[in-house]
């Protein structure tokens, strides 16, 4: 089983890979079969014509300052080169000069649209000639211009046009601070006004969206007052703001007169998303403690991006902006096993299952339509923003979960106090009379366990007088001293004070040698039930190997009672951090059922016990003894949260001195 997530790895990867050959195929014969044919755009009473398979020519000029005279000259001169697509210049520095032609069957002039997509664009010069006239500049727009002064209030730039029968030549000039793409439509004026209306009703029922997902995580983060939906709620407005600055809307908002202000604040923003994903899956995905080379990952991915949005403050996005994205393909692996986690039987995790799929294809697309086709579309900008859907998706469908489960939880704990408020004196003499009993219990056992342990000493002292105990013997003795220690604690914990005070003396010890000596005391059935995965190099810790050998006991004892009798309890120890201290930690899991927060909580409590007991011999007082001897030894003990099923329990020690 636990080569699923491996198998399930190489398959998808092996599909990819498929995938990425025939895309690469289609894409070859698509760009051998362009005509060799006029390099025109024919225009007639088409809605909108998309310009662009291969009759676009650019020429690129490192010097952001070269002049409309400079763009002629070298068109005259042939320099120009012809792009199979729309522009996709990537991270080139200066500015791009584009060049094409349309013809006018016909004797009317006819009026059309030129739109310029992305709305980001920092500033767009438009140059017409007619068959008969000289060159005409036309206008300019950009991100650099008061949004009030386009001619179509429209995000996208759109210029007018008067288009004269014949062939009309065009020189574009491009220019962005951001990665530097453009592409092109033509629209006949009625046909531009429909399209922006439909343009703006799909983004504002996205927004509307967003705004849902932002507005409910804020308030689960408000009376939950959990970390995670903090985490959620800065995601989305930093998606938000960034898909208003890809719209053209950011600037037009926040400083309609003054466009400039936020000229820089799409590729910051692009940025500063890429460091909220690392840190939204590190939290969705427990990193800390499940999976901690992600979690570094995560924290280097976030430093990359802040460093990089200085690094774009200070005009040096084209150089760190490659890296972040590249950087970004080492969250593959983890995300791929994640998400075949989620699609195994049994798990009931299909609605995050089903965006965490829809992430990864949108995002090897994006990934391969930008690094491998090398072409700008609008089908790479909706691949960027599906992969940001589905993130939300995602998003939705894990705090629903975690928001009913800490409603639950909330609710429970009401409940609990209304019934508190509402026992009768009955019930309380009941309680009562309980925990008398079992203190009564216990101080009945506390002089036959003095016999018993003033027994142990004798017959050790007549052993040694006799020359030692054989190997059989000592073991024995060995079993007897540590079940007379046991009872001892028993006692201890039920004494007057409230909590009992445990001061371990401190020794280096072998935690393997714990280990052994805790399943050594275990009965024969259920010592063949678990399943131990020790490290691969001895490991220490400072402790008391007496007080953790039973710590252990106990651990075992509880994941063996709340399991099916013929399963395997799973145990293993490997070396980890907890806030930069190196220490060890225990994993134990079983396959019982599944328990709640409030019940993973509850556990650890004097005299409770998990589920009730469910008919299982026991006081309640195993894991509360275990919390109490791990907290005296510096540690932490706890269950693993949102657990689909199984129990999973980790116990962490500090590492021992050399």
């Not at 020189?171 to 006004?193: I, N």
């Not at 090897?364 to 690094?371: A, G, I, K, T």
């Not at 009730?612 to 109490?628: D, E, I, P």
Request: aromatic share 10%.
């Amino acid at each position: 089983m636990g080569d699923l997530p491996t198998r399930g790895a190489e398959m998808m990867a092996r599909l990819g890979a498929l995938c990425v050959l025939l895309i690469a195929g289609i894409t070859a014969m698509a760009e051998a079969a362009v005509p060799a044919m006029s390099t025109a755009f024919a225009v007639g009473d088409e809605p909108f014509i998309k310009l662009g398979g291969g009759k676009l020519k650019f020429w690129g000029s490192e010097s952001a300052g070269s002049s409309f005279e400079d763009a002629q000259r070298a068109l005259e001169a042939g320099l120009f080169e012809r792009v199979p697509g729309n522009l996709d210049l990537a991270y080139e520095q200066g500015r791009a000069w584009v060049f094409f032609e349309l013809y006018v069957p016909g004797q009317d002039p006819r009026p059309r649209g030129l739109e310029v997509r992305p709305s980001y664009l920092d500033l767009v010069q438009v140059y017409q000639k007619s068959e008969t006239g000289p060159w005409a500049f036309r206008g300019v727009l950009g991100d650099t211009r008061p949004f009030g002064e386009r001619p179509h209030v429209y995000r996208h730039g759109v210029f007018r046009l008067l288009l004269q029968p014949g062939y009309n030549r065009f020189l574009v000039s491009v220019e962005s601070r951001g990665a530097l793409h453009a592409s092109f439509r033509l629209w006949t004026p009625w046909d531009l006004r429909r399209h922006a209306f439909e343009d703006y009703l799909l983004q504002g029922l996205a927004y509307g969206v967003v705004l849902a997902l932002l507005i409910a995580n804020v308030a689960y983060a408000v009376i939950f007052r959990r970390w995670i939906f903090a985490t959620f709620s800065t995601f989305l407005i930093l998606n938000l703001l960034n898909w208003m600055a890809v719209d053209g809307l950011l600037g037009a908002l926040l400083f309609p007169h003054s466009p400039q202000l936020v000229d820089s604040a799409q590729p910051v923003l692009g940025l500063l998303v890429v460091g909220a994903n690392w840190a939204l899956f590190s939290k969705l995905f427990e990193a800390r403690s499940r999976y901690p080379r992600f979690h570094y990952l995560a924290l280097g991915g976030i430093a990359l991006s802040l460093g990089a949005v200085l690094a774009t403050l200070g005009g040096a996005y084209r150089e760190v902006a490659p890296l972040v994205q590249l950087y970004a393909l080492t969250a593959i692996p983890t995300l791929v096993a994640e998400t075949w986690r989620r699609w195994k039987p049994g798990t009931r995790a299909w609605g995050e299952a089903l965006p965490l799929t829809l992430f990864l294809l949108a995002t090897f697309s994006h990934f391969f339509q930008v690094l491998v086709v090398g072409s700008y579309s609008e089908v790479t900008a909706a691949l960027a923003q599906t992969s940001q859907i589905a993130v939300m998706w995602l998003v939705n469908a894990v705090s629903g979960r975690r928001g009913r489960a800490y409603q639950l939880e909330t609710l429970e704990k009401r409940g609990e106090v209304e019934a508190a408020k509402a026992i009768g004196r009955e019930t309380m003499l009941a309680v009562a009379e309980r925990e008398s009993m079992i203190r009564a219990l216990l101080g009945a056992a506390r002089r036959p366990l003095a016999l018993v342990d003033d027994a142990r000493a004798q017959l050790k002292a007549l052993a040694e007088e006799d020359g030692g105990l054989g190997p059989e013997e000592a073991s024995r003795l060995q079993t007897l001293e540590q079940s007379v220690e046991r009872l001892r604690l028993l006692l201890s914990s039920n004494a007057p004070s409230a909590d009992p005070v445990f001061q371990p003396q401190l020794s280096r010890e072998a935690f393997t040698g714990v280990l052994e000596e805790a399943l050594g005391l275990l009965p024969g059935p259920g010592a063949a039930r678990i399943r131990v995965q020790k490290a691969s190099e001895e490991i220490f810790v400072d402790g008391d190997r007496r007080l953790l050998s039973l710590a252990l006991l106990n651990v075992f004892e509880n994941a063996l009672r709340y399991s099916p009798e013929d399963s395997i309890v799973s145990v293993a120890v490997k070396r980890t951090y907890n806030s930069g201290r190196a220490g060890h930690e225990l994993r134990v899991e079983n396959e019982g059922a599944a328990l709640s927060g409030l019940e993973q909580e509850q556990a650890f409590k004097k005299y409770e016990r998990l589920g009730g007991g469910g008919g299982k011999a026991g006081l309640g007082l195993g894991l509360f003894l275990v919390r109490q001897i791990v907290i005296a030894h510096g540690g932490r003990v706890g269950f693993e949260p949102d657990r689909p099923s199984g129990v999973g329990l980790t116990m962490w020690l500090p590492e021992g001195n050399a």
